[in-house]
């Protein structure tokens, strides 16, 4: 049973730090991309942050500079670090994994995608 278990939310102040994680099962976490996504109230989720199996980051425009997607391989798990936070980073931050495992030379794949319940992050001025 794939299971992502985010941790680390809470309420900060505006300036402040945080650093959520995701445990991963052990069975996909390998093949999978990792990312944070992030759902204030009234909006849409959206991307905050993806990382690949070897290290490939991205991040939305809005965090550039303040958060880090880093990964632990042998933990199984993602962390999102962030830093100089401001009120509107507050929302629900959740896990996600994109699977991607070829099964063959041709290049068939086996695709899913995971997600975690949420972490709730809340940044006071």
């Known amino acids: 049973q794939v299971q992502l278990v985010e941790s680390g939310g809470g309420l900060v102040q505006s300036g402040g730090s945080l650093r959520l994680s995701c445990a991963a099962s052990?069975?996909?976490?390998?093949?999978?991309?990792m990312g944070w996504y992030r759902q204030a109230p009234g909006k849409e989720r959206e991307l905050v942050a993806t990382?690949?199996?070897?290290?490939?980051?991205t991040y939305a425009d809005s965090v550039k500079g303040r958060f880090t997607i880093s990964r632990d391989n042998a933990k199984n798990t993602v962390y999102l670090q962030m830093n100089s936070l401001k009120s509107e980073d507050t929302a629900v931050y959740y896990c996600?994994?994109?699977?991607?495992?070829?099964?063959?030379?041709?290049?068939?794949?086996?695709?899913?995608?995971?997600w975690g319940d949420g972490t709730p992050v809340t940044v006071s001025s």
């Open positions: 052990r069975s996909i976490f390998s093949d999978s991309t």
């Open positions: 996600n994994a994109k699977f991607l495992r070829v099964i063959n030379v041709e290049g068939a794949t086996a695709k899913r995608d995971y």
């Open positions: 990382i690949t199996n070897d290290g490939i980051s």
